[in-house]
């Protein structure tokens, strides 16, 4: 186990995260990919930090986390307001901007 | 004296400014006891200046200094402007008083009053203005207080008409004016008329003779349109829509006179002696202008129908005399036939306007007739004017048009001395013919002629005296050296030629008697000739189809050139030049906009495309 | 022994997410989920990270998945909802820009030798076996600032939050 | 006395303030909110009016009612106010006219609070323009201006013929964004040649002269499309049209005068010798602005399009005047814009005080209105005549030493070629516009006021009141005595435009003129 085979698996898990965002229409489980990639942003702060041989790296994580759980409070609040406005959780019925 | 000329300038101007702020005064009788008073104060104080003549008054005060240009408001009471003052405070006295009488009844006496006092105060700063722009500033001022009186009757189009007509004349010619008075403060390096003088004599003038000569050209545009010259003429005529007063007191005695009054001002400046000029060939253009005017508008005056017309077209005529005489260098004979035309010429019109007052407003001499027992005040003062105007000794127009003929006759413009006793004759004719028309035969009109109150034919019996009397006082008494005493300029005593004299009073009557022949026994009488030259006669009831060229200038040339502009400014700049960035920016918005199509996945996946991008381009092509 | 647990957890972090982004039923996707929460908290104790293992664990996996679930179960989505929202979009060109990604990642993880035993060793942290207090220490210390703001953003996440969701009062 | 100037400026600025904080719920929460923001132009009124009373013009001090706050010490940036005589002018100029579009708005109705609100802080931005010493708040101030003017016009304003207010206030703010961003850019290029944001330190210091001819059009063209300078100027009339009166009013009065002004302040001030390269061609396009202008005026039909194309044709006198680069020329150009503010401020409010009660300003629908308006239609025919150039009227004497100014210049060089246009065609040009400007307006007080009563006007109602009155009396009043007696601000504007550096290029040569100074 090296800081590369950590930053792969944190890139891996990004990834699945990112493909996650970019191919689902729930937006439910679009911020549940979100979340992904934020733990594997973790990781790789984590990983980082255990190879540079400090504490840093957790601390970030420490902050990262209490983002995002403010993030997720208020993202699933706004869905739940917007569900309760268009009675849909599809992103792309979601695109008043648009026009 | 300096405080005593402003007086002068200014009480006429504080009676239109207290009218017109004071709009209690405008409806009781007290506002035009203001204005009739102010331009006594006038007439008074000219009295003054004119029993201290041998004193010329100067004062000024600086207007506007720029720079190295200082433009000043100063006043100058010299014999010329005395004398236009006495011409401008009497008549304007005597008019003042009539219109009394004339507008009585008239619910806005007060309006017309402060106007009437406004322009009396604009023409008296032209007379009093011893500089170029400040005379400029008084020309412009005329041409609006005119403006406000030719439009007095707003409510009829045909008033509001003549009197944008007047004001646009105007300001076409005042465009030359302004021109000449820039050319010459080129050429002299000063707008003062002394200054202006001494520059002259010195030699002092920069630039070629053509520069001077056009400059003189310039002026007298400017000349051209207030004195109502060929072609600028057309407003006068119109501007007969005023009230009568009015035109008695603007369009006949003292505004038109005003061009005549600038020129001998301005020219007397380049005179270099006896009929010498410095401005060249200007003088010929100059008697030319006035000799086609003199006598285009005598034919003209031979047909109209309506009697102010006939004094408008007549005022033409005379005013082409006095062109006639700035041309041929006779600037104090010019002046002298402004002086007595303006007493006979405000004592016909107010004779017109007396005997309309008295036939309730009819114009037309068709329906009127047999007035001269119905209004003998009117009659016999309307036959001194007319024999003044056509030059019956010893009346005042016998010197004064005999002089000019004379003047010519010195300059060997024999064509022009021509036109002008063949103008002589036909003054004549359609003189009579009006007086005949009016006064003998029946009376053809529907409503009661009766005379006119006191406070209208005193005004009459007054003008009428000095009408009589003005041109033997000025031909033997002091009027010689007054008139020739401006800048010492206008040498020689008045002297007329016996032989000349005769033969512009053989032309007269020669006129008087066919007018007697055709209009004596009947109204008529006209018709036969009428019947004889029919194109000749639509020509000049046509008035040679002048008005209607300018018709169609304004409406095919500008009004299409307008058009265009605005064609320009919608098509070009907003279509073209505004619309193509327009179209541009729109165009290119519009492909981008599909771009976001507000899915949230493909926002995503550019945004990851783009990270990928630009990691593969940091570790490839940076490294 | 390490290595094992890694590969262990390595497959059951990319297995679990991989089923969490592919579920159609939100709540079975919440909890795989959770699952790889679970796996990144063991690779966590494997780094000598206890102490955000176990908030991994308490926030992530706990807190955080359990709102999440509210949330699905109060919107209580109908299958034939589901079945509209889902089709496939998208598919190809994400998993080519994903895999661009990632292959990018390994290649310069490559380039710069972390897969070396050698430039890529673990030192873990030098003083301390991830205690609590070690943790604790830097956090009150020097990036107490932070700390505050953090908490500070807390709070006005959970006012915003109900505040958005509140029924208008109108 | 710095603080007169301060005065000015905060003024309008408190007003603001005090106002968001005012209830509208009823007419007398109208009334009192009329009255605050009229109480506080007029406190801005008398200090401009003490300002121009305690300008020494003969000082040598060109900058007085200093005010310098450091602020941005690194950059060099601090809040100074100062005026010199054009500032003078020009914030005379702004409190009259806005003292009476204060006393015009009093008509309209509709959310009062938040149109004094925008009104106050235009004012302030232009208050400001006429004020800063500084290039930053220079900028600053004239784009704070523009944001006011569209809001208003979006929301107060009218359609103008077949264009919605939406395009108008669009399109207006569109170009005076683009060009005050095109002048930004030349401002910027002042500050990195020189280090300050000082505006009195431009004069000292030594621009190449291939910077200056450079940057010269860049800054010019940025602010001169404000002025507006054809053919730039397709935004005005429109604008004008669109506007609510009293924002045509400031609009027109003082808002197109920001760009002449920037012009002298900076590129003037700054780059003498780019304007002697560049401003012949200037004297081309003002003739354009000038004849042109006009003759679009007379074909146009609705009332504030034909002042809103005179006021361009106007605007081109102003640019002959700076085009000419002499005191005289200079002087009446300033002079022109003061006196066209007043002037044109006059024809908006009186427009607005019918339109509000016939809803149609199309010539052709109007007439005959003088019989049951006697006071406005009065005045229209005196503001007619002054904006036609009577003598008497602060336009005449204006124009008049802008046409004594061009005839002095000697011809104006055209930049890239070898021509000269002769100093006279000019002339000629602002002569005859003259004429046109008369034949036009003298149609439009035909049409509108005279000729026969109309029954459809029957319902009119004049202006009565003082208050409705006091506006339109003070213009007028304003525009008389310096037309009558020009002193009383020539002389300021004098005490300005001696120490510009511009004077000392003049442009070309042509055969000498005597009498001119050359």
């Given at each position: 186990?090296?800081?590369?085979?950590?930053?792969?698996?944190?890139?891996?898990?990004?990834?699945?995260?990112?493909?996650?965002?970019?191919?689902r229409r729930?937006?439910?489980?679009?911020?549940?990919?979100?979340?992904?990639?934020?733990?594997?942003?973790?990781l790789?702060?984590?990983?980082?930090?255990?190879?540079?041989?400090?504490?840093?790296?957790?601390?970030?994580?420490?902050?990262?986390?209490t983002?995002?759980?403010?993030?997720?409070?208020?993202?699933?609040?706004?869905?739940?307001?917007?569900?309760?406005?268009?009675?849909?959780?599809?992103?792309?019925?979601?695109?008043?901007?648009?026009? | 004296?300096?405080?005593?000329?402003?007086?002068?300038l200014?009480?006429?101007?504080?009676?239109?400014?207290?009218?017109?702020?004071?709009?209690?005064?405008?409806?009781?009788?007290?506002?035009?006891?203001?204005?009739?008073?102010?331009?006594?104060?006038?007439?008074?104080?000219?009295?003054?200046?004119?029993?201290?003549?041998?004193?010329?008054?100067t004062?000024?005060?600086?207007?506007?200094?720029?720079?190295?240009?200082?433009?000043?408001?100063?006043?100058?009471?010299?014999?010329?402007?005395?004398?236009?003052l006495?011409?401008?405070?009497?008549?304007g006295?005597?008019?003042f008083?009539?219109?009394?009488?004339?507008?009585?009844?008239?619910?806005?006496i007060?309006?017309?009053?402060?106007?009437?006092?406004?322009?009396?105060?604009?023409?008296?700063?032209?007379?009093?203005?011893?500089?170029?722009?400040?005379?400029?500033?008084?020309?412009?001022?005329?041409?609006?207080?005119?403006?406000?009186?030719?439009?007095?009757?707003?409510?009829?189009?045909?008033?509001?008409?003549?009197?944008?007509?007047?004001?646009?004349?105007?300001?076409?010619?005042?465009?030359?004016?302004?021109?000449?008075?820039?050319?010459?403060?080129?050429?002299?390096?000063?707008?003062?008329?002394?200054?202006?003088?001494?520059?002259?004599?010195?030699?002092?003038?920069?630039?070629?003779?053509?520069?001077?000569?056009?400059?003189?050209?310039?002026?007298?545009?400017?000349?051209?349109?207030?004195?109502a010259?060929?072609?600028?003429?057309?407003?006068?005529?119109?501007?007969?829509?005023?009230?009568?007063?009015?035109?008695?007191?603007?369009?006949?005695?003292?505004?038109?006179?005003?061009?005549?009054?600038?020129?001998?001002?301005?020219?007397?400046?380049?005179?270099?002696?006896?009929?010498?000029?410095?401005?060249?060939?200007?003088?010929?253009?100059?008697?030319?202008?006035?000799?086609?005017?003199?006598?285009?508008?005598?034919?003209?005056?031979?047909?109209?129908?309506?009697?102010?017309?006939?004094?408008?077209?007549?005022?033409?005529?005379?005013?082409?005399y006095?062109?006639?005489?700035?041309?041929?260098?006779?600037?104090?004979?010019?002046?002298?036939?402004?002086?007595?035309?303006?007493?006979?010429?405000?004592?016909?019109?107010?004779?017109?306007?007396?005997?309309?007052?008295?036939?309730?407003?009819?114009?037309?001499?068709?329906?009127?007739?047999?007035?001269?027992?119905?209004?003998?005040?009117?009659?016999?003062?309307?036959?001194?004017?007319?024999?003044?105007?056509?030059?019956?000794?010893?009346?005042?127009g016998?010197?004064?048009?005999?002089?000019?003929?004379?003047?010519?006759?010195?300059?060997?413009?024999?064509?022009?001395?021509?036109?002008?006793?063949?103008?002589?004759?036909?003054?004549?004719?359609?003189?009579?013919?009006?007086?005949?028309?009016?006064?003998?035969?029946?009376y053809?009109?529907?409503?009661?002629?009766?005379?006119?109150?006191?406070?209208?034919?005193?005004?009459?019996?007054?003008?009428?005296?000095?009408?009589?009397?003005?041109?033997?006082?000025?031909?033997?008494?002091?009027?010689?050296?007054?008139?020739?005493?401006?800048h010492?300029?206008?040498?020689?005593?008045?002297?007329?030629?016996?032989?000349?004299?005769?033969?512009?009073?053989?032309?007269?009557?020669?006129?008087?008697?066919?007018?007697?022949?055709?209009?004596?026994?009947?109204?008529?009488?006209?018709?036969?000739?009428?019947?004889?030259?029919p194109?000749?006669?639509?020509?000049?009831?046509?008035?040679?189809?002048?008005?209607?060229?300018?018709?169609?200038?304004?409406?095919?040339?500008?009004?299409?050139?307008?058009?265009?502009?605005?064609?320009?400014?919608?098509a070009?700049?907003?279509?073209?030049?505004?619309?193509?960035?327009?179209?541009?920016?729109?165009?290119?918005?519009?492909?981008?906009?599909?771009?976001?199509?507000?899915?949230?996945?493909?926002y995503?996946?550019?945004?990851?495309?783009?990270?990928?991008?630009?990691?593969?381009?940091?570790?490839?092509?940076?490294? | 022994?390490?290595?094992?647990?890694?590969?262990?957890?390595?497959?059951?972090?990319?297995?679990?997410?991989?089923?969490?982004?592919?579920?159609?039923?939100?709540?079975?996707?919440?909890?795989?989920a959770?699952?790889?929460?679970?796996?990144?908290?063991?690779?966590?104790?494997?780094?000598q990270?206890?102490?955000?293992?176990?908030v991994?664990?308490?926030?992530?996996?706990?807190?955080?998945?359990?709102?999440?679930?509210?949330?699905?179960?109060?919107?209580?989505?109908?299958?034939?909802?589901?079945?509209?929202?889902?089709?496939?979009?998208?598919?190809?060109?994400?998993?080519?820009?994903?895999?661009?990604?990632?292959?990018?990642?390994?290649?310069?993880?490559?380039?710069?030798?972390?897969?070396?035993?050698?430039?890529?060793?673990?030192?873990?942290?030098?003083?301390s076996?991830?205690?609590?207090?070690?943790?604790?220490?830097?956090?009150?210390?020097?990036?107490?600032?932070?700390?505050?703001?953090?908490?500070?953003?807390?709070l006005?996440?959970?006012?915003?939050?109900?505040?958005?969701?509140?029924k208008?009062?109108? | 006395?710095?603080?007169?100037?301060?005065?000015?400026?905060?003024?309008?600025?408190?007003?603001?303030?005090?106002?968001?904080?005012?209830?509208?719920?009823?007419?007398?929460?109208?009334?009192?909110?009329?009255?605050?923001a009229?109480?506080?132009?007029?406190?801005?009124?008398?200090?401009?009016?003490?300002?121009?009373?305690?300008?020494?013009?003969?000082?040598?001090?060109?900058?007085?009612?200093?005010?310098?706050?450091?602020?941005?010490?690194?950059?060099?940036?601090?809040?100074?106010?100062?005026?010199?005589?054009?500032?003078?002018?020009?914030?005379?100029?702004?409190?009259?006219?806005?003292?009476?579009?204060?006393?015009?708005?009093c008509?309209?109705?509709?959310?009062?609070?938040?149109?004094?609100?925008?009104?106050?802080?235009?004012?302030?931005?232009?208050?400001?323009?006429?004020?800063?010493?500084d290039l930053?708040?220079?900028?600053?101030?004239?784009?704070?201006?523009?944001?006011?003017?569209?809001?208003?016009?979006?929301?107060?304003?009218?359609?103008?013929?077949?264009?919605?207010?939406?395009?108008?206030?669009?399109?207006?703010?569109?170009?005076?964004?683009?060009?005050?961003?095109?002048?930004l850019?030349?401002?910027?290029?002042?500050?990195?040649?020189?280090?300050?944001?000082?505006?009195?330190?431009?004069?000292?210091?030594?621009?190449s002269?291939?910077?200056?001819?450079?940057?010269?059009?860049?800054?010019?063209l940025?602010?001169?499309?404000?002025?507006?300078?054809?053919?730039?100027?397709?935004?005005?009339?429109?604008?004008?049209?669109?506007?609510?009166?009293?924002?045509?009013?400031?609009?027109a009065?003082?808002?197109?005068?920001?760009?002449?002004?920037?012009v002298?302040r900076?590129?003037?001030?700054?780059?003498?010798?780019?304007?002697?390269?560049?401003?012949?061609?200037?004297?081309?396009?003002?003739?354009?602005?000038?004849?042109?202008?006009g003759?679009?005026?007379?074909?146009?039909?609705?009332?504030?399009?034909?002042?809103?194309?005179?006021?361009?044709?106007?605007?081109?006198?102003?640019?002959l005047?700076?085009?000419?680069?002499?005191?005289?020329?200079?002087?009446?150009?300033?002079?022109?814009?003061?006196?066209?503010?007043i002037?044109?401020?006059?024809?908006?409010?009186?427009?607005?005080?019918?339109?509000?009660q016939t809803?149609?300003?199309?010539?052709?629908?109007?007439?005959?209105?003088?019989?049951?308006?006697?006071?406005?239609?009065?005045?229209?025919?005196?503001?007619?005549?002054?904006?036609?150039?009577?003598?008497?009227?602060?336009?005449f004497?204006?124009?008049?030493?802008?046409?004594?100014?061009?005839?002095?210049?000697?011809?104006?060089?055209?930049a890239?070629?070898?021509?000269?246009?002769?100093?006279?065609?000019?002339?000629?040009?602002?002569?005859?516009?003259?004429?046109?400007s008369?034949t036009?307006?003298?149609?439009?007080?035909?049409?509108?006021?005279?000729?026969?009563?109309?029954?459809?006007?029957?319902?009119?109602?004049?202006?009565?009141?003082?208050?409705?009155?006091?506006?339109f009396?003070?213009?007028?009043?304003?525009?008389?005595?310096?037309?009558?007696?020009?002193?009383?601000?020539?002389?300021?504007?004098?005490?300005?435009?001696?120490?510009?550096?511009?004077?000392?290029?003049?442009?070309?040569?042509?055969?000498?003129?005597?009498?001119?100074?050359?």
């Amino acid at each position: 186990m090296t800081v590369g085979h950590l930053i792969t698996l944190s890139g891996v898990l990004f990834t699945i995260g990112m493909v996650g965002v970019m191919s689902r229409r729930n937006i439910l489980i679009v911020l549940l990919s979100v979340e992904l990639m934020l733990n594997a942003v973790a990781l790789a702060f984590v990983g980082f930090g255990a190879w540079r041989g400090n504490l840093d790296g957790q601390i970030m994580v420490f902050f990262a986390i209490t983002v995002a759980a403010a993030e997720v409070a208020v993202g699933l609040a706004m869905v739940i307001a917007l569900f309760r406005l268009r009675l849909t959780v599809d992103t792309d019925r979601v695109s008043l901007l648009k026009d | 004296m300096a405080f005593l000329a402003w007086v002068t300038l200014l009480a006429p101007l504080i009676a239109a400014i207290t009218l017109l702020v004071r709009p209690r005064l405008r409806g009781s009788s007290g506002g035009p006891k203001l204005a009739i008073f102010s331009v006594f104060i006038c007439a008074a104080t000219s009295l003054v200046f004119w029993l201290f003549r041998s004193e010329t008054v100067t004062t000024s005060f600086e207007w506007m200094t720029v720079g190295d240009l200082t433009i000043s408001i100063g006043l100058l009471v010299d014999n010329l402007s005395t004398l236009m003052l006495l011409v401008v405070g009497l008549v304007g006295s005597a008019i003042f008083v009539f219109a009394r009488g004339y507008m009585k009844g008239d619910p806005s006496i007060g309006r017309f009053y402060a106007k009437f006092a406004l322009f009396v105060f604009s023409m008296l700063g032209i007379v009093l203005a011893d500089n170029f722009l400040m005379m400029f500033i008084f020309w412009e001022l005329v041409g609006a207080s005119s403006y406000l009186l030719i439009g007095y009757y707003f409510e009829k189009p045909s008033a509001c008409d003549a009197a944008k007509k007047a004001f646009l004349t105007n300001r076409v010619a005042d465009f030359g004016f302004l021109l000449g008075i820039l050319m010459i403060w080129s050429l002299t390096g000063s707008f003062e008329f002394a200054k202006i003088a001494d520059a002259v004599k010195d030699g002092d003038v920069s630039g070629p003779q053509w520069q001077l000569t056009l400059a003189g050209i310039l002026i007298f545009v400017g000349a051209m349109g207030k004195s109502a010259q060929v072609p600028f003429h057309v407003w006068l005529p119109d501007a007969m829509e005023g009230p009568t007063p009015v035109s008695a007191l603007m369009h006949a005695a003292t505004m038109v006179a005003a061009g005549v009054f600038m020129i001998i001002r301005a020219f007397s400046c380049f005179d270099l002696g006896v009929g010498a000029t410095a401005l060249g060939g200007a003088s010929m253009f100059i008697a030319t202008t006035g000799g086609v005017t003199a006598f285009l508008a005598a034919t003209i005056a031979l047909v109209q129908r309506d009697i102010k017309k006939v004094l408008a077209y007549s005022t033409l005529s005379q005013l082409g005399y006095m062109v006639m005489a700035l041309g041929a260098g006779a600037y104090s004979i010019a002046m002298f036939h402004l002086t007595t035309h303006a007493f006979f010429k405000g004592l016909l019109f107010l004779c017109a306007g007396s005997v309309i007052h008295g036939c309730h407003h009819e114009q037309d001499m068709f329906k009127m007739g047999g007035l001269r027992k119905k209004m003998p005040a009117t009659f016999w003062c309307f036959t001194i004017g007319m024999f003044a105007l056509m030059g019956l000794a010893p009346l005042a127009g016998f010197f004064s048009k005999d002089l000019i003929i004379d003047s010519l006759h010195q300059k060997h413009l024999v064509g022009l001395q021509i036109g002008a006793t063949v103008t002589a004759a036909l003054t004549a004719l359609y003189m009579t013919r009006a007086w005949l028309l009016t006064f003998f035969g029946e009376y053809r009109g529907h409503a009661t002629p009766h005379e006119s109150p006191p406070v209208m034919t005193r005004p009459l019996k007054f003008l009428a005296f000095v009408s009589a009397v003005i041109g033997l006082v000025f031909y033997y008494g002091h009027g010689q050296d007054y008139l020739s005493a401006w800048h010492g300029k206008f040498a020689g005593p008045l002297h007329m030629d016996p032989t000349i004299a005769v033969v512009s009073t053989v032309a007269g009557v020669v006129g008087f008697l066919i007018a007697l022949a055709l209009y004596k026994k009947s109204h008529r009488g006209g018709e036969k000739i009428v019947a004889r030259f029919p194109r000749l006669h639509s020509l000049l009831v046509e008035k040679y189809y002048i008005d209607d060229s300018y018709h169609w200038l304004v409406q095919n040339v500008q009004q299409v050139i307008a058009r265009g502009c605005r064609w320009f400014e919608e098509a070009i700049v907003v279509g073209v030049l505004v619309g193509w960035p327009v179209g541009v920016t729109r165009w290119t918005g519009d492909r981008l906009r599909r771009m976001q199509s507000g899915r949230l996945a493909f926002y995503a996946s550019c945004f990851v495309g783009g990270v990928t991008i630009l990691i593969l381009f940091l570790y490839t092509v940076a490294h | 022994m390490i290595g094992i647990f890694f590969w262990l957890f390595a497959a059951l972090l990319t297995v679990s997410g991989l089923l969490a982004i592919t579920r159609r039923n939100a709540v079975s996707a919440a909890l795989w989920a959770a699952v790889s929460f679970i796996a990144i908290a063991g690779i966590f104790v494997l780094l000598q990270a206890y102490f955000l293992a176990v908030v991994e664990v308490l926030v992530y996996a706990g807190a955080i998945m359990v709102l999440f679930l509210f949330v699905i179960m109060l919107l209580n989505l109908r299958e034939e909802d589901l079945q509209v929202l889902e089709g496939p979009r998208l598919h190809i060109l994400g998993v080519l820009l994903a895999a661009g990604f990632l292959g990018g990642l390994v290649w310069t993880c490559r380039r710069a030798g972390l897969y070396d035993a050698k430039n890529g060793a673990i030192k873990m942290t030098a003083e301390s076996v991830g205690e609590t207090k070690s943790l604790a220490a830097p956090l009150f210390m020097e990036y107490v600032l932070p700390f505050e703001i953090a908490s500070f953003l807390l709070l006005a996440a959970i006012v915003g939050a109900v505040l958005i969701t509140k029924k208008r009062l109108t | 006395m710095g603080w007169l100037g301060l005065v000015v400026l905060l003024s309008p600025l408190v007003a603001c303030v005090r106002l968001f904080f005012r209830p509208e719920k009823n007419d007398n929460d109208k009334e009192a909110i009329r009255r605050l923001a009229i109480g506080h132009v007029t406190v801005s009124l008398v200090a401009a009016v003490l300002m121009w009373f305690f300008y020494k013009p003969d000082s040598d001090e060109r900058w007085q009612f200093l005010i310098d706050v450091s602020w941005v010490e690194t950059m060099n940036l601090s809040f100074r106010l100062g005026v010199d005589g054009i500032g003078v002018a020009m914030v005379l100029l702004t409190s009259l006219v806005i003292w009476a579009g204060c006393y015009v708005s009093c008509s309209i109705k509709d959310r009062v609070k938040e149109h004094y609100i925008l009104l106050m802080a235009l004012v302030v931005g232009v208050f400001g323009v006429f004020l800063s010493l500084d290039l930053f708040f220079f900028y600053f101030f004239y784009e704070m201006a523009v944001i006011p003017m569209f809001l208003l016009i979006g929301i107060w304003g009218s359609r103008a013929a077949k264009y919605s207010k939406e395009y108008a206030t669009m399109k207006l703010t569109l170009y005076l964004t683009a060009g005050a961003v095109l002048a930004l850019v030349g401002v910027l290029a002042i500050y990195s040649e020189t280090g300050t944001f000082d505006i009195r330190a431009l004069k000292a210091h030594e621009f190449s002269e291939s910077f200056q001819i450079a940057w010269f059009p860049v800054i010019f063209l940025g602010f001169a499309s404000i002025i507006p300078m054809w053919p730039f100027h397709s935004w005005s009339p429109i604008g004008h049209a669109a506007a609510p009166s009293s924002v045509s009013m400031l609009h027109a009065g003082v808002l197109m005068k920001l760009g002449a002004f920037a012009v002298l302040r900076i590129a003037y001030e700054a780059l003498p010798d780019g304007a002697s390269y560049w401003m012949g061609w200037v004297g081309v396009l003002c003739c354009m602005n000038i004849i042109y202008g006009g003759l679009v005026a007379m074909a146009q039909r609705d009332l504030k399009f034909i002042i809103g194309f005179s006021s361009s044709s106007h605007m081109g006198y102003v640019l002959l005047g700076l085009a000419t680069m002499n005191t005289t020329g200079l002087a009446g150009a300033v002079f022109l814009m003061f006196a066209h503010g007043i002037m044109t401020a006059l024809a908006f409010g009186l427009i607005g005080w019918f339109y509000e009660q016939t809803h149609t300003r199309v010539v052709d629908d109007l007439g005959g209105m003088l019989k049951k308006l006697p006071f406005i239609g009065t005045c229209f025919i005196i503001m007619a005549m002054a904006s036609a150039g009577l003598p008497g009227f602060a336009n005449f004497a204006s124009e008049l030493l802008v046409i004594l100014g061009a005839w002095s210049s000697g011809g104006f060089a055209l930049a890239g070629t070898d021509l000269v246009l002769p100093y006279w065609i000019p002339v000629i040009a602002a002569i005859w516009g003259i004429v046109i400007s008369a034949t036009y307006l003298l149609r439009a007080v035909k049409d509108t006021w005279l000729g026969p009563e109309n029954p459809r006007w029957a319902e009119l109602k004049d202006a009565q009141t003082k208050r409705q009155k006091a506006p339109f009396v003070a213009l007028i009043v304003v525009l008389a005595l310096t037309g009558c007696f020009p002193r009383l601000i020539v002389d300021t504007i004098k005490g300005g435009v001696r120490h510009l550096p511009a004077l000392s290029k003049s442009v070309g040569d042509a055969e000498p003129v005597k009498g001119a100074e050359r």
